[in-house]
T-cell receptor, first 116, second 113 residues
């Protein structure tokens, strides 16, 4: 029944490693997102896809690469992990285009990434 | 560029009404104001959305003055379970361009017994 599900929930890895976080939504939405939340609770958008097309691509190191194989999935791959990448990563989806301010965004439970 | 400013934290007691104000001086003409609630170890979830005047649902009320440069989320008779971080989302329009759903830091509300 989970609307937006992401795996893994917890991930501890060493600097320099490459890791992926997977996300799936069963809401039938056209838009999916990745957000990053730091220790101060600041919630920053990273990417957004609409119908598998990259719509929003904020200032994010190119070590971060999103992949949307279909409308229901948006995965995040991170290369050469750094200590500063430690954060909570939220996947989300919405029924309308991300550029529509009247949208409602549905978030997953988050993936806690710790880089040591 | 519509940045938002909210208090970082607030304290209240069970049964009280809590009002959290968000400033968004540069909100674009067509943009909505949306509030989200985030419990510890969970993702944010939608509470309420409005464009102008007042909106009320079963959870909260949202008051928006005529100039729309601020908005106030009102939680009636809070309980311990309302302890959470509350985000006001207005979004950014960098260079006057497309809307980007950018959240701020949110307000951490702690409800005491």
């Amino acid at each position: 029944d989970t609307a937006v599900s992401q795996t893994p929930k917890y991930l501890v890895t060493q600097m320099g490693n490459d890791k992926s976080i997977k996300c799936e939504q069963n809401l039938g939405h056209d838009t999916m997102y990745w957000y990053k939340q730091d220790s101060k609770k600041f919630l920053k958008i990273m990417f957004s896809y609409n119908n598998k097309e990259l719509i929003i691509n904020e200032t994010v190191p190119n070590r971060f690469s999103p992949k949307s194989p279909d409308k229901a999935h948006l995965n995040l791959h991170i290369n050469s992990l750094e200590l500063g990448d430690s954060a909570v990563y939220f996947c989300a989806s919405s029924p309308r285009d991300p550029r529509d301010s009247g949208n409602t965004i549905y978030f997953g439970e988050g993936s806690w990434l710790t880089v040591v | 560029l519509a940045k938002t400013t909210q208090p970082i934290s607030m304290d209240s007691y069970e049964g009280q009404e809590v009002n959290i104000t968000c400033s968004h001086n540069n909100i674009a003409t067509n943009d909505y104001i949306t509030w989200y609630q985030q419990f510890p170890s969970q993702g944010p979830r939608f509470i309420i959305q409005g464009y102008k005047t007042k909106v009320t649902n079963e959870v909260a009320s949202l008051f928006i003055p005529a100039d729309r440069k601020s908005s106030t989320l009102s939680l009636p008779r809070v309980s311990l379970s309302d302890t959470a971080v509350y985000y006001c989302l207005v979004g950014d329009r960098e260079g006057g361009g497309s809307y980007i759903p950018t959240f701020g830091r949110g307000t951490s509300l702690i409800v005491h017994p």
